[in-house]
């Protein structure tokens, strides 16, 4: 797995023009190296490694079960965990979850987190963390908030949750946000409404994005990471995973479906071609 | 219609010394999923202090009560940073560590000032009757009705009002996702558990009013049914509280004066049973 990773940062570094070799990526903004967590005797993750890029997105992908969301939950320090999370030079993994959060890391959780009894404004106050909350980002992204900012959060739709808990991550000047499958369980419309979200929020600050919806990671993500059995196989460039049906099927466990989406959209019976499966999916 | 108003006076002024202990345990539990056992404790703390202040200092009846309340929410605070902040991961440690706190502190009592009931001398003005409705009742019913009250209005007004009101009414929904927003919910803990302490010491020091003395085991005795008026309110809910207190008192009174004696008691269980049947999360409906 190592030399598939260091091959595909040269090959990304000689696509950016660069030489190889000479190809050092720029200093991650955090570097997690050896993540491990036990939950109650059980090891969950044993060891997953994660370069999250300094500017735009990094994917977290992998099947069900690979312990993506366990990874965000032990960055986030809301799960025991050991080895090392370096952020900037700081050391986040001695970090109680309140202090990792105050080093400028907002997080989305898988289940959205929202305080079903309070208000939309309860729920975005309660983030407030900077001197002045950037209220007018926050309702220019999801105008629908200011509308309903005196609503309880939990009679609001999924889709609108999901503003609430990214909202409430963009209020404050983070260094990095991590997006635990935002779009998971929403519907089409309203998934490239939170895309269009998430590009724009990538554009000044840095986002970790664990994601189901390959035909977003493509869109938005620049590097990825894939984990398997709470462990790290593979770190490279999305792209070029996602253009390899044999690596994608293996590691992601999407090619055979992908196959046969393509097989029917071209009505042909056995595999359809790589290049023009992936296409199919990944386009938006 | 005579006793009717003076079993409803008494049975409000004993639902009000409820609230007192049960808000502050509802709370408490509907943050932090402690269940302090110590609660009754911090009750007879409070009652001590002001009758200390009281008989022994020669203290005022209002001040006397103040410094009930201070010492009792002193004695709160000490517990949740002393006791239940090292056991914050370990919820059956904290059970026993709690009701190991709620037996020493009435033994204390005892050792220091004795097994048997002091009197508590009431001041002249709150030692009488008023006529309502043809039925004469005590003040002191009044004067339990009207804290309860204020502690009512002033929790609800803390709880909308303040951002670390807002904490706890997050907290108690989701606490973990409190701490991934950046706050350190230990505060909040620690607030919570002063501002309970604080009721139930208060309470305290009313029930040397009420009863007309203060023992040692006065405080475990309310704690049962404040937990009953905490599990009928629904856990985390003020409100709840303040309407649970209100029925188990008044049910409390009325099967005791119109059936027999201690049948009171055994009726508010079958309340919380009938309740439990019909409304399984309590009354406001919030899941514990």
Redesign the interface.
Known sequence: MTDDSSLTQDRKAAANGQVPGAAEAPAPLLAVRDLRVVIDGLHILHGVDLDVAPTGVTALLGRNGAGKTTTAKAI?G?VPRTGSLLFGGVELAVL???LV??QGIG?A?EDR?I????TVA?NL???E?DAEPAYDLVHELFPELRKRSRQAAGTLSGGQQQMVAIG?TLL?RNRLIIADEPTKGLAPKIVSEVAEVLARAAERVPILLVEQNLALVRRLAGRCTVLADGRTVHQGDTAELLADEEASRRLLGVGSRRASAAAEQTGADGPARPVESVTEVTST | MNTVVLLVCTGLGLGALYFLVASGLSLIFGLMDVLNFAHGALLSVGAYAAWWASAEAGAGFWWAVLFGTVTGTAASVLLELAVIRPLYSRPRDQILATVGVGLALPALIMGIWGADARPFQPPAALAGTVSLLGAVVPVNRFVLMGAALVVLVLLRLFLSRTRYG??V??GV??R??????????RRAFTLVFAIGGAAAALGGALAGLYFGSVNPGQGTGLLIFAFVVVVMGGMGSVTGAAVASAAVGLVQQFANYYTAAGLGDLSVVVLLAVLLLVRPRGLTGRLA
């Open positions: 986030m809301l109680p979850t309140h959060v105050r997080y959780p987190g305080f079903a009894g309070l309860e106050r309660l983030a963390r409430r404050n | 807002l904490v009414r997050a929904e989701d973990a996702m409190v701490t991934a927003l950046g706050i350190d919910v």
